[in-house]
């Protein structure tokens, strides 16, 4: 499923859902001042039954309304500055991963961290045409694809990278709820 069609999909059910706008739900979270990922998204949950994926996705999109051109929405698409294509098998990541259950988003300089507990997965667009993802798996054997991450990032075991969203597929899926599990 493309996360644009996914998030556009959202919209045009959010007033079913939640009988307010885009915007009425963005001022009304910076007039509860709301900051964190998780408490916004367990408010949409609570005050309005949201499903957690439906709720995750709104508090991704008010937060980038709060956020605008500042904060970790500003990282990301830094990121992306001349790697366009990279953007979406990111975009195709974040929608997986968010299927998991509570993820904390962290963007950095020049990558995302993903954590639980602890860091779990690195995404990184690392040129034009790679994108890596450092995965937490420790005790699991190297293969052709899943390679040794140490060093390519000491915080990291294992690498895959990835040069399309068809690369995205069930397996490199399968090791990212591997290392999600083993952080919680």
Same mark, same amino acid.
């Given at each position: 499923?493309?996360?644009?069609?996914?998030?556009?999909?959202?919209?045009?059910?959010?007033?079913?859902?939640?009988?307010?706008?885009?915007?009425?739900?963005?001022?009304?979270?910076?007039?509860?001042?709301?900051?964190?990922?998780?408490?916004?998204?367990?408010?949409?949950?609570?005050?309005?039954?949201?499903?957690?994926?439906?709720?995750?996705?709104?508090?991704?999109?008010?937060?980038?309304?709060?956020?605008?051109?500042?904060? !970790?929405?500003?990282?990301? &698409?830094?990121?992306?500055?001349? $790697? *366009?294509?990279? /953007?979406?098998?990111? +975009?195709?990541? %974040?929608?997986?991963?968010?299927?998991?259950?509570?993820?904390?988003?962290?963007?950095?300089?020049?990558?995302? !961290?993903?954590?639980?507990? &602890?860091?779990?997965?690195?995404? $990184? *667009?690392?040129? /034009?045409?790679?994108? +890596?993802?450092? %995965?937490?798996?420790?005790?699991?054997?190297?293969?052709?694809?899943?390679?040794?991450?140490?060093?390519?990032? !000491?915080?990291?075991?294992?690498?895959?990278?990835?040069?399309?969203?068809?690369?995205?597929?069930?397996?490199?899926?399968?090791? %990212?709820?591997?290392?999600?599990?083993?952080?919680?």
């Amino acid at each position: 499923m493309d996360p644009g069609k996914t998030l556009e999909s959202m919209m045009t059910t959010l007033r079913e859902k939640t009988g307010k706008d885009i915007q009425s739900l963005t001022l009304e979270i910076k007039n509860l001042q709301l900051k964190k990922h998780a408490e916004i998204r367990n408010y949409f949950k609570e005050s309005y039954g949201l499903t957690y994926g439906y709720a995750n996705t709104l508090t991704s999109k008010v937060r980038e309304e709060l956020e605008g051109k500042t904060g !970790s929405n500003e990282l990301v &698409k830094n990121l992306f500055t001349n $790697k *366009p294509n990279m /953007k979406l098998i990111y +975009d195709k990541l %974040l929608q997986k991963v968010n299927k998991f259950g509570e993820v904390e988003i962290a963007p950095k300089k020049t990558y995302v !961290s993903l954590r639980v507990k &602890k860091q779990f997965a690195i995404l $990184k *667009p690392s040129t /034009k045409s790679r994108f +890596d993802i450092g %995965l937490n798996l420790k005790g699991k054997p190297v293969t052709k694809r899943l390679t040794d991450g140490k060093k390519w990032n !000491s915080m990291c075991t294992h690498r895959v990278s990835v040069s399309s969203v068809n690369d995205v597929d069930k397996e490199l899926i399968t090791w %990212l709820k591997e290392a999600y599990n083993d952080s919680t």
